[in-house]
Every structure is written in structure tokens, then in C-alpha cells.
Nanobody, 127 residues
């Protein structure tokens, strides 16, 4: 059974930091590209950062220089280090996976490309 479980969300003041984790099981993690998405109620889910099986990364423009996506294949875990948070980063954050054993990630994929999703972890940034 494929499982993705996010954690690490919470409430922080503007300028603060959080580190999200996504623990996975049930699939061959190292052969999958992993992506962080976020969603604000009433808005579409937005791709934030992606990482391929070899560690290449991509980011949406609004988080470049502030967020860092990483993975630990030995632990089947995805991370998102978020620094210099602002109110516009407030959202539910989701991790997601899609099979890409030999691909180099060049852009954050659309939501339709993902094979599996977690339940989300809430990030609230107060201004």
C-alpha cells in the first residue's frame, strides 16, 4: 500500500522557518520524482518544489532562495526547508510522487502528473 505522510507544519511568525517532512512507504522511493504542493482554500493546488531521483531540484519563482527541497532515499523521506516565511506561504502543504526512474526534473509538474499524494500538513504564517 502506497503511503505518504507529511509532518512539520505549524504556526510561525513572518520571517520564521519550518521544516516539513514526508515519510513514504509502499513504493520504490528512489525511482520516483517527488514534489511539494500547497493549496489555499478556494484556490488551485500550486506546485512549490520538485526533486528527481538523482537530486536535481526545481522551484516555483515565489519560493526560490527561501525554500530547499531534499530527499533521503535510505529513509524514503522527502523534506522541505522553508525560511523567511511570509503570510503568502500560508497553505496546506502536500507531498506527491510520480514514477521517473531516469528523468531529470526541469519544472514543477502539474497535479495531473502525480501518482500518489499525502494528506497534507498546515502551515500558518502570521504577519
Amino acid at each position: 500500500r502506497v503511503q505518504l505522510e507529511e509532518s512539520g507544519g505549524g504556526a510561525v511568525p513572518s520571517g520564521g522557518s519550518l521544516r516539513l517532512s514526508c515519510v513514504t512507504s509502499g513504493f520504490y522511493f528512489s525511482r520516483y520524482c517527488m514534489t511539494w504542493f500547497r493549496q489555499v482554500p478556494g484556490q488551485e493546488r500550486e506546485g512549490v518544489a520538485g526533486i528527481d531521483s538523482r537530486g536535481h531540484t526545481v522551484y516555483t519563482d515565489s519560493v526560490k532562495g527561501r525554500f530547499t527541497v531534499s530527499r533521503d532515499n535510505a529513509k524514503s523521506t522527502l523534506y522541505l526547508q522553508m525560511n523567511s516565511l511570509n503570510a503568502e506561504d500560508t497553505a496546506m502543504y502536500y507531498c506527491a510522487a510520480y514514477y521517473c526512474p531516469s528523468q531529470t526534473v526541469t519544472a514543477v509538474p502539474p497535479t495531473t502528473a502525480l501518482d500518489a499524494w499525502g494528506q497534507g500538513t498546515l502551515v500558518t504564517v502570521s504577519s
